[in-house]
């Protein structure tokens, strides 16, 4: 079973707010990944980290940052939420070619 | 036009029909991903394929490299296998041959 964990499941925040989605896996994969999935689409990657103090943009251009301090840690970070926000979050972690991923957080911003 | 493409979009089957989802992709690939994502959003990986054929209990997957293809074949369908089925690849070379392009995904409903 895969070790992806993302917090919160569920997040309702209202529009301004800064607001940091959690993902932590434990399998120790460098690459990590972040990607927004809008309801009945397809995933799209917005951030990607190849290890410790590398982080990249994706193809959908995102407002958010991400930082990665710890190999086990991705956290993605809105500084000021809107109503475009409102999306699905997926982490996924790869080690080679398989990728494991989290639950999912779905943010709602009103 | 998206690099991956899956059909049908929406499939409802009877419970116990054979069953068959269809992905097309138009770039050269390292590996193909078979992925089901529940009504919660968590999403499982079913498989990892780069030649032939997997199995997994009631599940099949197959690719053909040559023709760009891939299916994924449910056997004796079950209402639990009610999910959207996602399409995802890995290109062979370059920058993106570490990141995953998805298909819109196949939405399953499975009736008893």
């Known amino acids: 079973e895969a070790d992806i964990y993302q917090t919160p499941r569920y997040l309702v925040i209202g529009t301004g707010k800064k607001i940091t989605l959690e993902c932590s896996q434990t399998m120790g994969h460098d690459k990590m990944y972040w990607y927004q999935q809008d309801p009945g689409m397809e995933l799209h990657l917005i951030h990607y980290s190849y290890g410790v103090n590398s982080t990249e943009k994706g193809d959908l251009s995102s407002e958010s940052t991400v930082s990665r301090i710890r190999t086990e840690h991705f956290p993605l970070t809105l500084e000021s939420a809107r109503p475009s926000h409102t999306s699905q979050y997926l982490c996924a972690s790869s080690l080679y070619t398989e990728a494991f991923f989290g639950q999912g957080t779905r943010l709602t911003v009103v | 036009k998206n690099e991956v493409e899956q059909s049908p979009q929406n499939l409802t089957a009877q419970e116990g029909e054979f069953i068959t989802i269809n992905c097309s992709y138009s770039?050269?690939?390292?590996?193909l991903h078979w992925l089901q994502q529940h009504p919660g959003g968590g999403i499982v990986s079913l498989f990892m394929?780069?030649?032939g054929k997997k199995k997994h209990g009631r599940l099949i997957a197959t690719i053909n490299i040559q023709e760009k293809h891939s299916s994924l074949h449910i056997t004796a369908s079950h209402p639990r296998d009610s999910a959207v089925y996602i399409c995802a690849v890995r290109a062979d070379s370059g920058a993106g041959s570490y990141q995953l392009t998805f298909g819109k995904g196949t939405k399953l409903s499975v009736i008893p």
């Open positions: 394929l780069s030649s």
């Open positions: 770039v050269g690939i390292s590996a």
